[in-house]
């Protein structure tokens, strides 16, 4: 049975010294002896090696007189291998000022001057090991105060960004009454429970960005948001991605790697593209959320994990199930909840300000001074379809912004495709029911002249698809000689 009573080596030369501690000690104390210094490194070697490695002993008690060696010398020995042991030396009268050089370098807790009293001996190796126990105490409590206060402080960190961005939401800019609002209104209730929420919306709707607003505004708020790609990757490297894997498990596992879902313990995993992974992977997935465990490729174990599920996809997943591309099972377990981001041409009054901020913005990160769009620039990005939503408007900004050196963009500085795209607009108020071209009813010959001329050439770039030297070639000009015509109407940029 293990000793429950501190243990206290004593090493003395002498038998009968070494004796009276042994019976002077023992009530209290686990005693063993040693006659030498060899003989003590020998027991405090095989304690630390049955018992415990950093404490083989609580307190030495050692002579300083010991045959080839100091107390103090051997000590100091002991001090640098096993620093937690608490030393004690005793001594005669002679040795005081040896002992009293030593006594830093061998870190000595007390000296007994022999001849010393059983119960001034008993006193000060109980006093020795409580002051032991109370730094222990001082220290453990310390590190866990600064560790609990670290922990605090980043916990309080955590909590600041996340009331920061409670109104992630927010960042979903948008008009008041756009369609929008109620799509946030019902995230923002749905955020609160822990279901799981499928979102749908074609590309660059702003998907990822509704998913971090509802982790955002969940009670997991302090816990990870991760995300993957699903369609990104293959099978096997998602399976590893999502799951991780044991080193060895296949070619290149060089070491064990954690998984997606376990980094997201406590918090929200976020699965875009959910809608193109193979059915294989469905089934996987489906384990996984079902049994709220995931098993690392090459592992045996499965890991319990705590995760909130979000999907995105830019499909229709009910349709990807009606037609057995999508398992039914699965799709229930992700669409708790589904919400549907609207589509930007589905929502042309959120453009305005979207507009605006994205300029604000861009002219913050490209350090480029801009007002704004001209009037024709604006009704250009109006007008324009926008199949790639809101990341394709703000990639339009930035590139406007970048290559423009005017205060106020032109439309001439935009991409010909929203120039296009105006040209429908324009070609269809250009025309009048009937489907004769319409005369400007104002403004000089030149003006009016202008405006007729520029229908024609829209309508002509139009019906050629925008191909030039088509469209030059059915109005009788040359293709450099349309393009001069475009650029001056500011259709082009020099
Ligand atoms: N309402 C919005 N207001 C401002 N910026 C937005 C809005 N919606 C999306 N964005 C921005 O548009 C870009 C695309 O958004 P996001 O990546 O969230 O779209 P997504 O639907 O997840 O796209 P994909 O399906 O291609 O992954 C991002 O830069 C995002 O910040």
New binding site residues.
Partial sequence: MPSIQPTVLVIDDERHSADAIRRTLEDDFDIRTAGSAEEALGILENEARIGNPDTPVDLILCDQRMPGTTGIAFLKGVRERWPEIVRVIISGHTDAEDIIAGINEAGIYQYVLKPWLPDHLVALVSDALEARRLNRDVRRLDMELRAGTGALRARAQKRQAAVELHHEFD????APGSP?DEVCRTAQKVARYDLSVLIQ??????????ARAIHYASPRTTDPFVME?CAAIPDSLLESELFGHRRGAFTGAHADHVGLFQRANGGTIFL??IGDTSLTMQVKLLRVLQEGEVRPVGATQSVRVDVRVIA?T?RDLEAEVRAGRFREDLYYRLAGVTVT?PALRERTM?IGV?VD??LAQAAIDLARPVHGFAPEAMACLLTYAWPG???EL?NEIYRAVALCDELVIPAAALSPKLLRGQAVNEMHSARDDAGGLRVPETGTLVERLGAIEVAILKEALLQHRWNKTRAAKALGLSRVGLKQKLVRFGLEEK
């Fill in positions: 960042r979903l800019v948008r929008l919306g074609e590309s660059g709707t702003g998907k990822e960005l509704l790609n875009d593209e995105a830019h981001l959120d979207i901020n994205l939503n809101i990341r703000r």
